[in-house]
């Protein structure tokens, strides 16, 4: 097993001045599952295909464990990729494909069947072994790309979207699967998504990317609590933050008809005479029927789940109209057209930075 380094790694492509990564900085420890995530065209993929030599790296360096790789060929990595579309050669059987790569290394026939059905074991692909992959579903296929990955018993795991062509209900039951192999292989893995749901849940430490630049490393939990920007305030949570901009008042935000206290700290840190308040729909408190307190949003769409419904709506915050998402219990839905009036729960608010975009409270 090993560590993996980007150590300010940079890559710009032929013709633009623009680097696709810019001075990335990531130190992943052995056997730890890191996601790298944000939206499309954001270098995740350019990331990952950098530590696996498929791309140029212009600047900085690429070390798994103690060896810089930063210009070897992929073949002298030590690493194995699980791609989006699978790969699989269409005319060989599920075992001949995952044993291709040690077959080309000239393993012996016996060793080859031995780990192929080891591997094949742990994925549920015993029965399936003398199958084409056109008889095989979509997750099956994917199960097959990932024994083909697990039989080379690699430093590091890449993968790179391996679930965008699988339906919502085999993505999640995948997902799944996929989390609890790498915890029992322990093997490095560096996951590439743009869904960020994904990333919560599988990853140990989740890194945002936006426009090439490195915007947050964390744990999931400490990225949904502690946003470092605006970004990935509004980038990470299903669905996303509810992002105003408020007039600072005394003793805190006014936030429609009342005043929402925040840290002192991130009030005396704003250079602007309004800071961005971060609100998160479970952390909104509806106040009653009769209350004129706090925003009053007016119902537009209302989406039940069942134990608990989103409530999409319209408030008018500043003189402007702004969309906001609350979440309500599924015992006492709204009205589509009715109005709410909601107050952030103190304690659960995010003041950022209006012109920075730079996180203010701790």
Known sequence: ???????????????????????????????????????????KSTSLRMLAGLEDV?????????????????????????????????????????????????????????KVEEAAKILDLTEYLDRKPKALSGGQRQRVAMGRAIVREPQVFLMDEPLSNLDAKLRVSTRTQIASLQRRLGITT???????VEAL???????????????????????????ANLFVAGFIGSPAMNLVEVP???????????????????LSAATD?????????????VAGADSDQGLAVVVNV???????????????????????????????VPEKGSTLHVVPRAGETHVFSTSTGARLSD
């Open 1 to 43: 097993m090993a560590t993996v380094t980007f150590d300010k790694a940079t890559r710009i492509y032929p013709g633009s001045t623009k680097p696709a990564v810019d001075a990335l900085e990531i130190d992943i420890a052995d056997g730890e599952f890191l996601v790298l995530v944000g939206p499309s065209g954001c270098g």
């Open 58 to 114: 212009n600047g900085g360096a690429i070390r798994i464990g103690d060896r810089d790789v930063t210009h070897l060929p992929p073949k002298d990595r030590d690493i194995a990729m699980v791609f989006q579309n699978y790969a699989l050669y269409p005319h060989m059987t599920v075992a001949d494909n995952m044993g291709f790569a040690l077959k080309i290394a000239g393993v012996n026939k016996a060793e080859i069947r031995q």
């Open 190 to 196: 560096v996951y590439v998504t743009h869904d960020q």
């Open 201 to 227: 849940t599988m990853g140990d430490r989740v890194a945002v990317l936006k426009d090439g630049l490195l915007q947050q490393v964390d744990t999931p939990r400490n990225m949904y609590d502690r946003p």
């Open 248 to 266: 600072i008042a005394d003793g805190g935000v006014k936030f429609g008809k009342s005043v929402v206290p925040v840290q002192r700290d991130a």
């Open 273 to 285: 005479k309004t800071v961005t308040v971060g609100v998160r729909p479970e952390h909104f408190d």
């Open 302 to 332: 209302v989406e039940e789940l069942g134990s608990d419904a989103f409530v999409y709506g319209t408030a008018t915050v500043g003189g402007e109209s702004k969309d906001l998402v609350v979440r309500v219990g599924g015992r006492n």
